[in-house]
Protein backbone atom coordinates (compact mmCIF):
# COMPACT_ATOMS: atom_id res chain seq x y z
CA UNK A 1 0.00 0.00 0.00
CA UNK A 2 2.85 2.49 1.18
CA UNK A 3 4.34 2.03 -2.54
CA UNK A 4 0.92 3.08 -3.99
CA UNK A 5 0.90 6.03 -1.72
CA UNK A 6 4.63 7.10 -2.68
CA UNK A 7 3.32 6.68 -6.63
CA UNK A 8 0.30 8.46 -6.22
CA UNK A 9 1.95 11.57 -3.89
CA UNK A 10 4.37 11.50 -6.96
CA UNK A 11 2.48 12.12 -9.65
CA UNK A 12 0.25 14.85 -7.92
CA UNK A 13 3.84 16.57 -6.67
CA UNK A 14 5.22 16.53 -10.16
CA UNK A 15 1.71 17.40 -11.92
CA UNK A 16 0.93 20.40 -9.73
CA UNK A 17 4.76 21.74 -10.45
CA UNK A 18 4.22 20.99 -14.04
CA UNK A 19 0.48 22.83 -13.66
CA UNK A 20 2.36 26.25 -11.18
CA UNK A 21 4.88 27.00 -13.98
CA UNK A 22 2.65 26.86 -16.71
CA UNK A 23 0.24 28.82 -14.56
CA UNK A 24 2.87 31.17 -13.83
CA UNK A 25 3.78 31.87 -17.51
CA UNK A 26 0.63 32.61 -18.26
CA UNK A 27 0.13 35.44 -15.48
CA UNK A 28 3.43 36.63 -15.89
CA UNK A 29 2.94 37.20 -20.19
CA UNK A 30 -0.39 36.46 -21.35
CA UNK A 31 -2.61 38.03 -18.60
CA UNK A 32 -1.34 41.16 -18.14
CA UNK A 33 -1.37 44.00 -20.84
CA UNK A 34 0.49 46.39 -18.15
CA UNK A 35 3.39 44.77 -18.91
CA UNK A 36 3.58 44.66 -22.26
CA UNK A 37 2.93 48.36 -22.04
CA UNK A 38 5.68 48.71 -19.19
CA UNK A 39 8.09 46.80 -21.13
CA UNK A 40 7.33 48.96 -24.55
CA UNK A 41 8.06 52.53 -22.74
CA UNK A 42 10.82 50.91 -21.08
CA UNK A 43 12.44 49.71 -23.80
CA UNK A 44 11.61 52.42 -26.36
CA UNK A 45 9.72 50.12 -28.64
CA UNK A 46 7.88 52.79 -29.92
CA UNK A 47 11.01 54.68 -31.31
CA UNK A 48 12.14 51.25 -32.74
CA UNK A 49 9.18 50.62 -34.40
CA UNK A 50 7.84 54.06 -35.74
CA UNK A 51 4.51 52.91 -34.20
CA UNK A 52 2.31 54.54 -31.19
CA UNK A 53 2.57 53.15 -27.49
CA UNK A 54 -1.35 52.35 -28.31
CA UNK A 55 -1.06 50.31 -31.33
CA UNK A 56 1.66 48.27 -29.67
CA UNK A 57 -0.21 47.34 -26.98
CA UNK A 58 -3.28 46.82 -29.55
CA UNK A 59 -1.09 44.06 -31.42
CA UNK A 60 0.09 43.04 -28.68
CA UNK A 61 -3.40 42.26 -27.34
CA UNK A 62 -4.24 40.60 -30.76
CA UNK A 63 -0.72 38.05 -30.52
CA UNK A 64 -1.85 36.82 -26.95
CA UNK A 65 -5.32 36.39 -28.41
CA UNK A 66 -4.11 34.49 -31.36
CA UNK A 67 -2.37 32.26 -29.12
CA UNK A 68 -5.07 31.59 -26.98
CA UNK A 69 -8.02 31.95 -28.95
CA UNK A 70 -8.85 30.19 -31.97
CA UNK A 71 -11.58 33.43 -32.92
CA UNK A 72 -8.49 34.99 -33.36
CA UNK A 73 -6.82 33.13 -36.18
CA UNK A 74 -8.38 34.92 -38.61
CA UNK A 75 -8.36 38.24 -37.65
CA UNK A 76 -4.19 37.73 -36.86
CA UNK A 77 -3.53 36.03 -39.78
CA UNK A 78 -5.04 39.35 -42.01
CA UNK A 79 -3.17 41.71 -40.24
CA UNK A 80 -0.86 43.56 -42.29
CA UNK A 81 1.32 44.83 -38.79
CA UNK A 82 3.56 41.62 -38.83
CA UNK A 83 5.37 40.15 -42.03
CA UNK A 84 4.82 36.80 -43.43
CA UNK A 85 8.00 35.21 -41.72
CA UNK A 86 7.02 36.49 -38.30
CA UNK A 87 3.24 35.25 -38.45
CA UNK A 88 4.89 31.73 -39.67
CA UNK A 89 6.71 31.55 -36.77
CA UNK A 90 3.69 32.65 -34.26
CA UNK A 91 2.34 29.92 -36.10
CA UNK A 92 4.68 27.53 -34.54
CA UNK A 93 4.58 29.40 -30.90
CA UNK A 94 0.74 28.86 -30.68
CA UNK A 95 1.29 24.86 -31.41
CA UNK A 96 3.35 24.87 -27.96
CA UNK A 97 1.44 26.93 -26.40
CA UNK A 98 -1.69 25.02 -27.21
CA UNK A 99 0.53 21.97 -26.25
CA UNK A 100 1.18 23.44 -22.94
CA UNK A 101 -2.40 24.37 -21.88
CA UNK A 102 -3.69 20.67 -22.68
CA UNK A 103 -0.66 19.59 -20.43
CA UNK A 104 -1.87 22.02 -18.06
CA UNK A 105 -5.14 20.18 -18.42
CA UNK A 106 -3.99 16.17 -18.08
CA UNK A 107 -1.95 18.11 -14.98
CA UNK A 108 -5.33 18.90 -12.87
CA UNK A 109 -6.65 15.18 -14.21
CA UNK A 110 -4.21 13.67 -12.57
CA UNK A 111 -3.89 15.78 -9.66
CA UNK A 112 -7.65 14.78 -8.87
CA UNK A 113 -6.60 11.12 -9.83
CA UNK A 114 -3.85 10.85 -7.88
CA UNK A 115 -6.00 12.62 -4.62
CA UNK A 116 -9.18 10.13 -5.40
CA UNK A 117 -7.11 7.15 -5.75
CA UNK A 118 -5.31 7.97 -2.43
CA UNK A 119 -8.51 8.52 -0.51
CA UNK A 120 -10.00 5.07 -2.07
CA UNK A 121 -6.80 2.91 -1.46
CA UNK A 122 -7.14 4.95 2.12
CA UNK A 123 -3.64 5.93 2.08
CA UNK A 124 -2.01 7.08 5.25
CA UNK A 125 -2.58 11.03 5.08
CA UNK A 126 0.75 11.99 6.45
CA UNK A 127 2.61 9.51 4.52
CA UNK A 128 1.45 10.88 1.52
CA UNK A 129 1.96 14.60 2.66
CA UNK A 130 5.59 13.44 3.52
CA UNK A 131 6.23 11.65 0.09
CA UNK A 132 4.24 14.43 -1.69
CA UNK A 133 6.11 17.23 -0.15
CA UNK A 134 9.87 16.21 -0.47
CA UNK A 135 9.45 15.46 -4.08
CA UNK A 136 7.55 18.94 -5.06
CA UNK A 137 10.47 20.34 -3.25
CA UNK A 138 12.96 18.31 -5.31
CA UNK A 139 10.75 18.97 -8.66
CA UNK A 140 10.95 22.64 -7.60
CA UNK A 141 14.39 22.63 -7.04
CA UNK A 142 14.87 21.18 -10.63
CA UNK A 143 13.33 24.32 -12.25
CA UNK A 144 15.85 26.58 -10.26
CA UNK A 145 18.62 24.85 -11.41
CA UNK A 146 17.71 25.64 -15.06
CA UNK A 147 16.83 29.33 -14.05
CA UNK A 148 20.53 29.54 -12.67
CA UNK A 149 21.77 27.80 -16.06
CA UNK A 150 19.66 30.58 -18.29
CA UNK A 151 20.74 33.13 -15.73
CA UNK A 152 24.46 32.55 -16.70
CA UNK A 153 24.30 33.42 -19.79
CA UNK A 154 20.84 33.86 -21.19
CA UNK A 155 21.16 34.50 -24.61
CA UNK A 156 22.86 31.07 -24.93
CA UNK A 157 20.11 29.43 -23.01
CA UNK A 158 17.25 31.47 -24.97
CA UNK A 159 19.22 29.60 -28.51
CA UNK A 160 19.11 26.23 -27.13
CA UNK A 161 15.58 26.90 -26.30
CA UNK A 162 14.59 27.52 -29.72
CA UNK A 163 17.09 25.17 -31.55
CA UNK A 164 14.96 22.10 -29.36
CA UNK A 165 11.68 23.45 -29.71
CA UNK A 166 11.51 24.65 -33.17
CA UNK A 167 12.33 22.53 -35.93
CA UNK A 168 13.26 25.78 -38.56
CA UNK A 169 14.94 29.14 -38.18
CA UNK A 170 12.01 31.25 -38.74
CA UNK A 171 12.95 32.61 -35.40
CA UNK A 172 15.61 34.32 -36.39
CA UNK A 173 14.55 37.69 -37.20
CA UNK A 174 17.01 40.91 -38.96
CA UNK A 175 16.08 43.37 -36.71
CA UNK A 176 16.46 46.07 -39.88
CA UNK A 177 13.19 44.39 -41.09
CA UNK A 178 11.25 42.66 -38.15
CA UNK A 179 9.20 44.80 -36.09
CA UNK A 180 8.54 41.80 -34.06
CA UNK A 181 12.47 41.93 -32.90
CA UNK A 182 12.10 45.87 -31.94
CA UNK A 183 8.75 45.31 -30.47
CA UNK A 184 9.53 42.11 -28.18
CA UNK A 185 13.50 42.48 -27.64
CA UNK A 186 15.59 40.25 -25.75
CA UNK A 187 15.25 42.50 -22.60
CA UNK A 188 11.31 42.04 -22.91
CA UNK A 189 11.87 38.58 -22.61
CA UNK A 190 14.75 38.86 -19.71
CA UNK A 191 11.77 40.42 -17.58
CA UNK A 192 9.32 38.06 -18.64
CA UNK A 193 11.89 35.26 -17.68
CA UNK A 194 12.20 37.06 -14.40
CA UNK A 195 8.24 37.22 -13.35
CA UNK A 196 7.28 33.76 -13.96
CA UNK A 197 10.28 32.88 -11.85
CA UNK A 198 9.24 35.27 -8.94
CA UNK A 199 5.85 34.14 -8.91
CA UNK A 200 6.21 30.60 -10.04
CA UNK A 201 8.55 31.02 -6.23
CA UNK A 202 5.78 32.55 -4.60
CA UNK A 203 2.79 29.93 -5.49
CA UNK A 204 5.90 26.74 -4.89
CA UNK A 205 6.58 28.73 -1.52
CA UNK A 206 2.62 28.40 -0.57
CA UNK A 207 2.10 25.05 -1.10
CA UNK A 208 5.51 23.93 0.53
CA UNK A 209 4.20 26.27 3.74
CA UNK A 210 0.45 24.64 3.61
CA UNK A 211 2.16 20.93 3.55
CA UNK A 212 4.41 21.87 6.02
CA UNK A 213 1.72 22.68 8.30
CA UNK A 214 -0.46 19.96 7.10
CA UNK A 215 2.30 17.35 8.64
CA UNK A 216 2.56 19.70 11.96
CA UNK A 217 -1.06 19.50 12.13
CA UNK A 218 -1.39 15.42 11.35
CA UNK A 219 0.97 14.74 14.06
CA UNK A 220 -0.80 16.18 17.27
Not at 188 to 212: H, K, N, Q, T, Y
Request: proline share 1%; glycine share 4%; net charge negative.
Amino acid sequence: MKTAGGFLSIICALSLVLFLLISSFGMAAFYDMDFFRYEFEKNGADTATGYSLDKLEEEAQLLVDYMILDEADEEFQNSTFFNEREKLHMNDVKEIVQKAINLRRICIALIVISLGCAAALRIDKKFFIKIFTVFFAWFGGLFYFIVAAGAVNFNKAFTIFHEIFFNNDLWLFDPNESLMINMLPEVFFIDAFIRIGIIFSVLWAAVLLLCCAAIKKLRR
